[in-house]
């Protein structure tokens, strides 16, 4: 491996001890040098005369090379395939010796067209190498097992927020389990954050996250019929459930078992909710690669879950006396953001916005009434924030370093490109997270300028269980897009 340039070097050779030289990733596209610690796909194909030698190094084909005199022999007696060495001589002495880790290797017995070679690498990229920003998206690796249900009916599938889906290490290796590939929809689900069920019209519903943000009901239950209320059966009772509290939100990311954790109260905090409850964990398993989103599916479940939340148990609904009732009862999904009032009579009112989370149809055995029973969670209670791409998504490559700095350095300088949105001075709009090559950093504070460039002071380095590094001049900087931050 050059060290310089990042490329990878070496000579595949035959019997006679002729051989052709190769050196891949020169030519690699901009950041996929094979020094960034992240996982490459090579290859070399010896074509049918023997003499033709074509090596890959990610989705391309950037080296072929001949042997000058008498073919290479794979088949010849005694040949032995050595993956990372080169036999130097008799006695089994190797030469060449690879350093490094090597994940998988193995040989295809007939040679593969450019064209074959980009798939492999396409299939291989998106779903299985461990590398945010070139994985599948949530609904993608949805989809995709559906796919490998052989599934071909109908589907509405919402965008995944989850843009960096992890391997898919949760399916039966033999990829033929039915069991296991329904287990990971429900991983899909889970990682999202989001909701799947049959509909109403018989196809597989996948819902985002993104599907429960900030949402206002469709229906109102409730007994002024006048406003458009639906009456729903006897009274309903509200309380607070204090039994389903989590103050210790750990979030595991399935590939490679990073913790994540938020809590309120000590270490990070004084005791808020721990204080009153008991320190209560809340576990999940993610299969995410992009560390901003596992660390927001850490303070979301802390957020969603460290106070009792206004409940209900169930609405019921009977059609028969209402037959206003029948469309929007029948149209309802789950999902479906509705609200729900009581208005005791000697009491104030009392209101409650949810989600439809289970919806069951019964027929009265003495009455032979149909009966609609609604369970609705709380969740839509709480408002997610909805940050300025302006200050929080700068256009693409549009901000860099203006210098390089350390490790250590806690002040840097951004330069952003004319006519791309600068960083906001407000106050209020920090902290917020940046990332640099494979580090996240914190700036903690609002920039010196209003224009650019603007230099950060205080900026916190390695978070989110990264780790702080050097980094060059002119590297870009991302930032954390509205639907990792809004999780």
Not at 420 to 433: E, H, R
């Amino acid at each position: 491996m050059d060290s310089s340039q990042g490329s990878l070097s070496g000579e595949i050779g035959g019997v006679t001890g002729l051989s052709a030289s190769f050196t891949l990733g020169i030519v690699a596209p901009p950041g996929r040098a094979g020094l960034d610690a992240d996982w490459h796909l090579v290859a070399l194909s010896l074509a049918a005369d023997s003499v033709t030698v074509n090596g890959f190094f990610d989705a391309n084909e950037i080296f072929q090379g001949y042997v000058n005199s008498d073919p290479l022999q794979p088949n010849a007696a005694g040949l032995v395939d050595l993956i990372g060495a080169s036999s130097a001589s008799a006695g089994f002495q190797t030469a060449g010796n690879w350093l490094g880790h090597l994940a998988f290797a193995c040989e295809i017995p007939y040679v593969i067209t450019s064209t074959q070679w980009r798939n492999l690498w396409n299939s291989w990229r998106n779903a299985w190498a461990a590398s945010p920003g070139n994985n599948e998206t949530s609904d993608g690796r949805y989809r995709r097992i559906l796919g490998w249900l052989a599934y071909t009916g109908p589907a509405q599938i919402s965008v995944g927020a989850s843009k960096a889906y992890g391997p898919a290490v949760d399916i039966s290796p033999s990829g033929t389990s039915v069991s296991y590939a329904l287990q990971g929809l429900q991983n899909v689900v889970d990682t999202e954050g989001g909701q799947h069920f049959i509909g109403a019209e018989g196809a597989v519903v996948f819902q985002s996250r993104n599907d429960r943000y900030n949402k206002t009901p469709t229906l109102t239950f409730g007994e002024h019929t006048d406003a458009g209320e639906i009456p729903y059966l006897g009274d309903v009772g509200f309380d607070y459930d204090p039994t389903r509290v989590g103050n210790d939100a750990q979030v595991t990311a399935q590939y490679g078992s990073s913790l994540y954790r938020a809590q309120d109260g000590p270490p990070s905090d004084p005791a808020t909710s721990q204080g009153k409850y008991g320190t209560i964990s809340l576990r999940r398993t993610v299969n995410s690669l992009d560390p901003f989103e596992l660390t927001a599916a850490a303070q979301a479940l802390l957020y969603l879950n460290k106070d009792p939340q206004l409940r209900l148990k169930s609405v019921t609904v009977d059609p028969s006396s209402y037959p206003a009732a029948w469309p929007a009862l029948l149209g309802l999904e789950l999902g479906a953001c509705v609200k729900v009032w009581r208005r005791p009579a000697t009491a104030p009112a009392i209101s409650l916005t949810g989600f439809v989370e289970q919806i069951t149809w019964s027929r009265a055995a003495r009455t032979k009434k149909t009966l609609c029973t609604l369970q609705i969670s709380s969740n839509a209670r709480k408002q997610v924030g909805q940050f300025n791409t302006s200050v929080y998504q700068p256009d693409a490559g549009s901000m860099t370093l203006q210098a390089a700095i350390t490790a250590a350095a806690t002040t840097l300088t951004i330069i952003t490109a004319a006519g791309s949105p600068v960083a906001s001075i407000a106050p209020g709009a920090y902290p917020v997270n940046i990332q640099v090559d494979n580090e996240i950093l914190t700036l903690t504070a609002a920039p010196s300028s209003a224009t650019s460039p603007q230099t950060f002071t205080g900026v916190t380095r390695g978070a989110a269980s990264t780790t702080a590094a050097a980094h060059t001049a002119n590297a870009i900087i991302s930032a954390a897009t509205v639907a990792r931050w809004a999780y």
